[in-house]
């Protein structure tokens, strides 16, 4: 056995002792906890439970004050003592660490929103069934042991308000629990939720997880259109409400962001939609088309190619490539036709569509393959 194996496998005792001693169980169930591959840490290394207790006595809000323990299980300045079931205590914190773990943590100077409570309800989802109970004052600890940002709400309460990023809760918990209108896109999908799930259903199966989480650096993607989209939400025209109800679907996780009108279109064909609604896009992409030096025109869905050979006029066979692409109102076609017959070479692009023909022109000076639209009165 190696000196760190040794100085590990001595941590893991002492912890055990510790944790055997707070919550009256045996030596051997409390080591068997310290050593479950549930509780090793997944993305973050594992919160030992000498560390844990001790959070409950020196932390600024909720740590011990002269009077004793401030947190039970009820939750903050409950008065009721810690109810342990001496097997799976610890497993149970280690894994609602980690799943705080997955969430971006509120920037200094932002009010934490989310009520223990309700993270409480999200952790019995997300951990099931590897924890099916998790107690409001279970949560406070984890998060206090992971130094979140925590606050009391006004008028005092049981609960407290954690600081993870609002959004990526409301993405999870309406992901994981039942009843609740699922996401249709994935902007807020903490960056590890998919990692974290699959790590606690192997780990379950009793795997130790060697390959480490590692967060990638955000990158912010440029979007432009969308940030200008955005910004017309204060104009009073169908512009403005169009981007209203835009920018209400990115929050809600209704579909994603568009950061070209290439995107726009695209969400519009999947999201249900008025007419009015659809040409106020149109108009909103002609203005952002005239104002903005970054706007390119727009190229649409490619819905199938095919190519078929043919005869011929006397010099030989060819083929005709024909690619279909959705017009942007979505109920015609953009066609594409190129003819390679030798002797006989023509290239064309054409719109398939009334409603789009009368609204958009394909910008000149382009090759039949490199088409782009842009509507008729930018
Ligand atoms: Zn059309």
């Known amino acids: 056995m190696s000196t760190n194996n040794h100085e590990y496998r001595r941590d893991l005792q002492q912890d055990a002792r510790a944790w055997a001693r707070f919550t009256d169980t045996n030596y051997t169930a409390a080591l068997r906890q310290m050593t479950s591959p549930l509780a090793q840490g997944f993305l973050g290394a594992r919160v030992g439970a000498r560390d844990l207790i001790a959070v409950l006595e020196d932390h600024p809000l909720v740590g011990a004050d002269d009077d004793g323990p401030l947190l039970s299980d009820n939750g903050f300045y409950a008065d009721e003592p810690w109810v342990f079931n001496g097997k799976t205590d610890y497993i149970e914190l280690a894994m609602i660490i980690d799943m705080l773990r997955m969430f971006t943590p509120t920037p200094p100077g932002e009010e934490p929103e989310v009520s223990s409570y ?6 019995e989802s997300f951990l099931a069934p590897h924890c099916t109970y998790v107690s409001n004052g279970r949560m406070i600890w984890a998060a206090a042991a992971l130094d979140l940002p925590m606050v ?3 008028g005092g309460s049981l609960n407290l308000l954690i600081g993870v990023a609002e959004r990526e809760h409301d993405y999870v918990s309406r992901t994981v629990r039942d009843g609740h209108r699922r996401p249709q896109a994935h902007h807020f999908r903490p960056e590890a939720f998919i990692y974290l799930t699959s790590a606690l259903d192997c780990a379950a199966a009793g795997e ?5 989480w590692v967060q990638r650096t955000p990158v912010r993607e440029a979007a432009h259109f969308h940030d200008w989209l955005v910004l017309q939400s204060s104009r009073n025209d169908p512009i403005g409400d169009f981007a209203v109800d835009y920018t209400a679907g990115v929050h809600d996780s209704d579909h994603r962001a568009a950061r070209t009108p290439d995107e726009l279109l695209s ?9 009015e609604a659809y040409d106020a896009a149109v108009r909103a992409i002609a203005d952002w088309m ?8 727009i190229r649409t869905d490619r819905l199938r190619s095919d190519s078929h050979d043919v005869a011929g006029w006397g010099a030989g066979a ?8 959705r017009c942007p109102c979505g109920d015609g076609a953009i066609i594409e036709e190129h003819e390679n017959v030798p002797g006989f070479r023509e ?32």
């Open 267 to 275: 969400i519009l064909y999947d999201v249900s939609h008025s007419p």
């Open 347 to 378: 290239h064309n692009v054409w719109l398939d569509c009334d409603k789009c023909r009368a609204e958009w022109r394909f910008v000149d000076g382009r090759s039949a393959r490199q088409w782009g639209l842009v509507p008729a009165t930018a």
């Open 152 to 154: 009391e709400p006004d």
């Open 208 to 212: 130790f997880i060697d390959s480490r």
């Open 318 to 325: 060819g083929t005709v490539e024909r690619d279909e692409f």
């Open 118 to 123: 309700t993270l409480k309800h999200t952790a």
């Open 290 to 297: 005239s104002t903005s030096p970054l706007a390119a025109p």
